[in-house]
């Protein structure tokens, strides 16, 4: 991993290609399938994450939690607003799916930062934390607004990262935070206890569902501070990814994850193609070329399969467009892929852009 960004376009492209063939045959195992059924049938509860690009911010690592039970919804900057048609039905459509099976849904809506080194924050943001807290409010009363603020059902709650550490820091209803790097081998015992005063309104499944996340996360707050590992800040990217389906791709400074949910696509296109313009400009990474990777995944064959298609090469060209349009010698470096995603394997399949 740590030499792909110098190889040639067409190696670094195989390489990813068979990432994502291995990453479905590990979400694909028994042994990963029966520790999904296993979880879910002792914590129900639905886990989604708003949440940023940012290939650091792998909340199934950092919670310790089972491949497949956090479902992410990825936007460069973590920027979202419910109020764009297509996040608004994509999110609706996810909580009634888990409420027709009588499941509650726990959505963690997340900023991340670093405590070390400000310029490792968020760049969407532009490294102002109080920034990105401040919109993951934001969204906390959209959600509220749409699903109920009696959180019956919906629990939204505002979620901090820290980078350095895979801290979570999460913000409590009653204006209390936990900051769970701040937590010992002593203290689970009194955990239950503290998220009841954080969340007084949180349904008790809900909190007893949330209970494995904290303690996985203090769990992996001991294996960081037990590991050497670099704190990578250049960015390298060299591939922008349209479209949704990307799990496979937890890796810093490798990716810019575009979303398909703001209705105005074309703008973070540009921003994206301006950062792999000035990775290759600055030589950070070489300049024989970049991927432009449109993702969409479908559950069922047939139809659904067939729309997902038809929605990836609609993604693929709209953003290659924008790109030749604005950034014309960057694009004459331009390989894309389009490809769709079965959503019950994670298995990433080219098919042909027209």
Not at 17 to 43: C, D
Not at 58 to 77: C, D, E, K, W, Y
Not at 318 to 326: G, H, S
Request: charged fraction near 25%; aromatic fraction near 8%.
């Amino acid at each position: 991993m740590e030499n792909i960004h110098h190889k040639p376009i067409v190696q670094r492209i195989e390489w990813l290609m068979g990432h994502a063939r291995r990453h479905s045959e590990v979400f694909s195992s028994s042994e990963a399938f029966i520790a999904r059924q296993r979880y879910l049938a002792e914590h129900p509860s639905a886990v989604a994450a708003l949440k940023c690009m940012d290939g650091r911010i792998n909340l199934s690592v950092a919670t310790h939690t089972p491949l497949g039970i956090i479902q992410p919804f990825r936007n460069l900057g973590g920027m979202f607003n419910l109020g764009w048609p297509h996040l608004g039905e994509v999110l609706a459509n996810y909580v009634h799916d888990q409420v027709s099976t009588g499941r509650r849904v726990l959505l963690l809506i997340t900023y991340h930062y670093s405590k070390s080194d400000k310029q490792r924050g968020c760049a969407g943001f532009n490294f102002d934390t109080e920034a990105a807290r401040a919109h993951t409010y934001t969204i906390k009363h959209q959600v509220e607004h749409v699903f109920g603020a009696g959180h019956g059902t919906v629990y939204p709650i505002v979620c901090g990262f820290e980078t350095d550490e895979d801290a979570l820091v999460l913000h409590g209803s009653n204006g209390d935070m936990l900051d769970i790097s701040q937590l010992g081998v002593h203290d689970q015992d009194g955990l239950r206890p503290r998220l009841e005063h954080i969340f007084p309104d949180m349904p008790s499944q809900t909190r007893h569902d949330l209970e494995p996340l904290v303690l996985g996360n203090m769990d992996r707050i001991v294996e960081v501070e037990n590991t050497e590992r670099t704190l990578d800040v250049e960015h390298r990217e060299w591939m922008i990814c349209v479209g949704r389906g990307f799990d496979f791709l937890h890796m810093p400074n490798l990716a810019l994850i575009i979303g398909p949910y703001s209705p105005d696509l074309a703008e973070p296109i540009h921003q994206a193609a301006g950062i792999i313009d000035a990775n290759m400009r600055a030589g950070r990474i070489p300049d024989d070329g970049f991927l432009l990777l449109a993702s969409v995944p479908f559950a069922e064959v047939g139809v659904d399969r067939a729309r997902a298609e038809l929605k990836s090469r609609f993604l693929s060209k709209f953003a290659a467009d924008v790109i030749r349009a604005q950034h014309p010698k960057l694009a004459s470096r331009m390989q894309v892929r389009t490809a769709v995603l079965d959503w019950r394997s994670r298995a990433l399949e080219t098919i042909a852009a027209e």
